[in-house]
């Protein structure tokens, strides 16, 4: 249910716009924690937080926005979202024991359906830079379709089993699609 929650909301904030192009100026959609919506541009992000663009009246205004308060930014909205199944969103929400000292800060959903779980150092004009496993990747901006980032789950997000509670156990966070939103 959660899966259709969010794919009925991609629906619904989705524009059929080209990838590459945006008739109003304002190409993106940056979802936030307590449920607000924004059209912007995206200028930059980083661990810190995004530098967002916003339409407010007759002029844009950069914000910067603390990554406590982002859900997700959609960089391309037109790109289709992917049905994933309960097994394999548990699988990209659970952190490794491995990753438990450093773990992942950011989903990047690219635009072939692929997903890179890692902590995301910058993304600019041109290139997302990622760190996956201890190793830094860059990839083009261009093929990242939303940036999704992965808090700390709070206890009533968490899986209810055993396992949650033991301390050795791997982790939960919670991303957009624990929340209704697209992934």
């Not at 909301?9 to 990838?19: I, M």
């Not at 192009?21 to 979802?31: M, T």
């Amino acid at each position: 249910e959660v899966l259709e929650t969010a794919l009925k909301t991609h629906a619904r904030h989705a524009v059929p716009v080209a990838a590459d192009e945006d008739p109003a100026g304002w190409p993106a959609i940056a979802f936030f924690r307590d449920g607000d919506v924004v059209r912007c541009r995206v200028a930059a992000i980083d661990e810190h937080g995004a530098r967002l663009v916003t339409p407010v009246g007759p002029d844009a205004v950069e914000h910067d926005v603390p990554a406590e308060v982002l859900q997700a930014i959609e960089l391309i909205p037109a790109a289709p979202s992917r049905v994933l199944d309960a097994v394999r969103v548990e699988r990209l929400l659970t952190v490794p024991r491995i990753q438990r000292d450093r773990p992942p800060t950011h989903l990047l959903r690219l635009l072939d359906g692929d997903y890179l779980r890692g902590r995301l150092e910058s993304l600019d004009r041109t290139t997302a830079r990622i760190e996956v496993l201890g190793m830094v990747q860059d990839v083009p901006r261009a093929a990242v379709a939303r940036v999704i980032w992965l808090h700390e789950a709070s206890p009533d997000e968490g899986p209810a089993d055993e396992r949650a509670a033991d301390a050795n156990a791997d982790r939960t966070v919670a991303a957009d699609g624990a929340d209704g939103l697209p992934v």
